[in-house]
């Protein structure tokens, strides 16, 4: 491969800075093989920081899941075609409700493995941890790309204002004088001191607001809208995070006040969002009484590192069940 900075020798127009970046990666990084050795979930020896660089890079191109897929851990094959597919974060996992971190042995508490049993039908958890909506659909449309498109699509989404990928150059300091590590940041803090003007080098964590997040992510939810539609694919999804909800319920409405088709037609309203990054800062506390035959698991309500435990799982659950059933399918709740 001729290295980016060769382009200008030979092109008249050498690559962007952006694209250089992006080049730059790929040779330096995936021909070091760790990438194939990662675990499903994106965690390596190699640290958190430059793994999780990893996972955000390979977002670019849909490339994601195959990368992070570790067979003996996961049990699941990413290249056949499955009925139901199902996605999220860290929340969709299943690792979180196990008491020994990396592994699944709780996975059918996970909601979105109650719906595809409830369905009885053949299906895959794509999810992986830090995602972003962007590249929660990335992977959804690479495994349909891959494998054809499944009868049923469930997703349950982050924030749409955090967990954007940025990339900027690495091993600078921004105005402060902090170092940027990062060559493509994981925005989780975008928009928290954004100056009224900036100098290069800065930190894009600090000069981007939220809204730029924001609007990349609901973007890929629109072209899922899309692809659903023309394909046929029973698209359901919700989210945990209550400013999603609050998002996606007011631009329904405003749709429907002016008389168009709103553009989260597939969008199921979860009643129980939290707040921030803590399950256990519910907006609607669950019922105490209900689901009394979970009670003896050891994450009820909260599980680890403050994600949702097997009781909001089962009622996410059956919030995608009665949708289901609302459409007309079979879906035991």
């Not at 897929?69 to 075609?81: A, L, P």
């Not at 995070?241 to 007011?250: I, P």
């Amino acid at each position: 491969m001729t290295h980016p900075r060769e382009y200008g020798k030979i092109l008249p127009n050498p690559p962007s800075e952006f694209n250089e970046l992006l080049i730059t990666y790929l040779e330096s990084h995936l021909d070091r093989k760790y990438v194939q050795k990662l675990p499903w979930l994106g965690i390596s020896e190699m640290g958190v920081n430059k793994t999780v660089g990893v996972v955000d890079f390979l977002e670019f191109f849909g490339l994601t899941i195959f990368s992070q897929t570790d067979k003996k851990i996961s049990n699941q094959n990413f290249h056949k075609h499955y009925d139901v597919v199902y996605s999220g974060c860290s929340e969709t996992t299943g690792r979180l409700l196990a008491k020994d971190d990396w592994t699944y042995d709780q996975i059918h508490h996970v909601w979105g493995e109650i719906v595809a049993n409830s369905l009885n039908q053949s299906r895959i958890n794509i999810s992986f941890g830090g995602a972003s909506i962007h590249a929660i659909v990335s992977s959804v449309l690479s495994h349909i790309k891959n494998n054809g498109a499944p009868e049923h699509l469930f997703l349950l989404f982050p924030p749409a204002s955090t967990r954007l990928v940025i990339p900027q150059s690495d091993n600078l300091k921004d105005q402060k004088g902090h170092r940027i590590h990062d060559t493509f940041s994981h925005a989780g803090h975008i928009g928290i001191d954004t100056p009224n003007y900036s100098k290069l080098p800065f930190d894009a964590n600090e000069v981007l607001s939220s809204n730029f997040a924001t609007y990349f992510n609901i973007q890929q939810i629109l072209v899922l809208e899309t692809i659903a539609e023309l394909t046929d694919i029973n698209l359901i999804y919700s989210t945990w995070g209550y400013e999603n909800d609050c998002l996606f319920l007011a631009a329904n409405e405003t749709a429907k006040k002016l008389n168009t088709k709103v553009p989260f037609k597939n969008y199921v309203s979860n009643p129980h969002t939290y707040a921030g990054n803590n399950a256990a800062n519910l907006v609607v506390p669950l019922p105490e009484s209900c689901h009394q035959e979970l009670k003896s698991h050891e994450f009820f309500d909260v599980s680890r590192n403050a994600h949702m435990g097997v009781h909001p799982h089962a009622h996410i659950a059956e919030m995608f069940q009665k949708e289901l059933t609302k459409r007309g399918y079979s879906a035991t709740l």
